[in-house]
DNA sequence: ACCGCCAGTTGATCTACGTCAAATAGAACG
DNA sequence: CGTTCTATTTGACGTAGATCAACTGGCGGT
């Protein structure tokens, strides 16, 4: 599915795009699939990690329908997930920053449930789910940590239907803000400063707001002094504002 | 967590809620957990899955922030998941009904993300998950299973954010009945004639509707020659005709 | 440097559904 | 059998956010 880099490649070892790591030295793996194993777990895990050569922007990880073969998860960049239903209309259902998994949605009917486009270049690895199943047959620690990845994205899923069913567009927007910011944190970026990744349109497609929303509730928030955004250039000027506003039930 | 029989308690073979049943005699065996698995591995299924004793209406099964220790099978009556966010307001996450596994959320946190209440009288299976890891490290067709169980809610529920983020009250409520009408179908009852389990108010609930919308779409439903509502007792006249409004993108 | 294009902003109006309020109808209870 | 309580229906009105429309500002291409 990803194509392999050529044999020759040039290996610099500081570019963040580079597919020459592994999961023992990459600086995710606090974060990551290596997140519940153990050192030498590590290790039989990296023999079935592939990593490709890096996703252009606007380019596709795998399509709605493809067969499921592998799941993916993010080492740099920044992907979205979307569903196109019979009716035609699309629907954004994740947000992928470093560390992130993906391709999960793919495991119940062998085929993908969602379309994965990379929002700008990203660098991805590839784990084949076959070599996952037997891994998680002789790892108890792997089959473990792969049914709290799973039940934790059933959580998080039924946290967005509270979300965009009965909160405020103000509510929805302020929450995505906190969301990236708590995962940026996570990754030992700035919480406070930093790039949205995705269009305005996926935003208010992910939140089920329009566009037009979206941008008025940025400009509501930025004259409240609450964030300053330039594009998407985000800076969080009161965190805890958006948070109080994030929980807030109305 | 369940209460178990009585030792001495009456064994009628007839009686839906009786609990001196094994998942090889079970008649939901076909559609429940022992789907995917072969005689001999639905066997040691049986050896970890406990039996109790009925549920009463508006008894709890288990509670959001319970320590997780098991996932349960509805054998009779039905279920519904609810949970309650930070700001108090209460999101119904899910309706189960017989055969439908339910609990899977608490997998990732050791705690349930919801509560589960008995909407009628209802016996369910109880399988401590421990045995199911277990279980699942030693029969590759469970592990397998529970993988695809959790994808397959995943899946659901962001079908689930699409319908109440993109779609009109009319489409969620036609969704809904389409949806109770195809799992009464897999348990081989009558598709178009039915009880709903559920109070207006949790169908509003889970479909981001309040009640007196619910009650208006089921009034024009009525009077369009769609189906027949008598309070909770449901005939549905045009399955198409539903089915054409709940695929509807607008 | 000019053009064309897309992403985003801003404003004016419209509408599906929410909110509030009142009427009705079972069930539950003594 | 009335009485109370709660679930549901029905009607009148209000509103958050959608829709429609016009404008603005980067940015890539030549």
């Known amino acids: 599915m990803i194509a392999v880099s050529e044999p020759n490649a ?24 290596p997140l519940a ?9 990296d023999e079935i990690v592939q990593r490709g050569r890096p996703l252009q ?10 067969t499921f073969t592998s799941i993916f998860a993010v080492r740099s960049g920044a992907v979205k997930a979307y569903s196109v239903s019979d009716s035609g209309e699309e629907q ?4 992928y920053l470093p ?18 486009l990379a929002m700008e270049v990203s660098a991805i690895c590839e784990i084949p789910f076959a070599n996952i199943e037997d891994l998680s047959g002789k790892l108890p620690n792997m089959q473990k940590h792969f049914f709290k990845l799973l039940s934790q994205e059933i959580v998080e899923d039924q946290r967005h239907i509270t979300l965009v069913s009965k909160h405020t567009a103000e509510e929805r927007l302020a929450s995505l803000i906190v ?3 708590a995962r940026n944190a996570r990754r030992n970026l700035s919480p406070l400063k930093f790039r949205l990744p995705m269009s305005r349109t996926d935003i208010g497609n992910f939140l089920g707001l329009t566009i037009e929303t979206v941008s008025r509730v940025f400009g ?9 955004i330039n594009k998407k250039e985000l800076t969080v000027l009161d965190i805890e504002a958006l948070k109080h506003i994030a929980a807030l039930g109305h």
Do not use: W
Not at 99 to 116: F, K, V
């Open 10 to 33: 040039p290996s610099n070892k500081n570019c963040p795009h580079n597919a020459a790591i592994n999961c023992t030295s990459c600086r995710l793996s606090a974060i990551c699939l």
């Open 37 to 45: 194993l153990a050192q030498d777990e590590i290790v039989q895990l």
């Open 57 to 66: 922007k606007g380019q596709h990880l795998y399509r709605e329908n493809d």
């Open 92 to 95: 954004v259902t994740g947000f």
């Open 99 to 116: 560390g992130e998994i993906l391709g999960m949605d793919g495991i119940g009917h062998n085929r993908y449930a969602s379309s994965a």
């Open 179 to 181: 969301s990236i910011s």
């Open 220 to 228: 509501r928030f930025a004259k409240q002094g609450l964030i300053e």
